[in-house]
Nanobody, 124 residues
C-alpha cells in the first residue's frame, strides 16, 4: 500500500514557476515508477511526466517538454515536478501516481495508487 500526498500548488502568473512535491508513505517507494498527471476543468486526466524506479529514465508529454522536470528522492520518499515558463493552459489539478512497473511512459489507466491532487492556476 502506498499513500501519496501532493503539495506546492497555487496561483502563479504566466511565465512563472512552481515546484510540486509528492510525499509517499511506505518502505517500497523505490520500487514504484512515479508519474504526474493533470486534469483541467471539463477535460480528461492526462499524463504529464514519468520517472522510473531509479530516476535514470524520464518521459514527458509534448506539451511540457523543455519546461517541466520530474525528479525523485528515494531516500526521502518524495517525487517532484519543477514547472517553469507556466502558461494559462497549464491550469489544472495535478495528481501524483505510482505504478509497480519500472517505466517512465505511464498511462492513466495503468497506475496503482493516486494522490488527491493539488490545484495549479496560471493567470494570464
Amino acid at each position: 500500500q502506498v499513500q501519496l500526498v501532493e503539495s506546492g500548488g497555487g496561483l502563479v502568473q504566466t511565465g512563472g514557476s512552481l515546484r510540486l512535491s509528492c510525499a509517499a508513505s511506505g518502505r517500497t517507494f523505490r520500487f514504484y515508477a512515479m508519474g504526474w498527471f493533470r486534469q483541467a476543468p471539463g477535460k480528461e486526466r492526462e499524463f504529464v511526466a514519468g520517472i522510473t524506479w531509479s530516476g535514470a529514465s524520464t518521459h514527458y508529454a509534448d506539451s511540457v517538454t523543455g519546461r517541466f522536470t520530474i525528479s525523485r528522492d528515494n531516500a526521502g520518499n518524495t517525487v517532484y515536478l519543477q514547472m517553469n515558463s507556466l502558461k494559462p493552459e497549464d491550469t489544472a489539478v495535478y495528481y501524483c501516481a505510482a505504478d509497480r512497473r519500472d517505466s517512465s511512459s505511464l498511462q492513466v489507466n495503468g497506475m496503482d495508487y493516486w494522490g488527491k491532487g493539488t490545484l495549479v492556476t496560471v493567470s494570464s
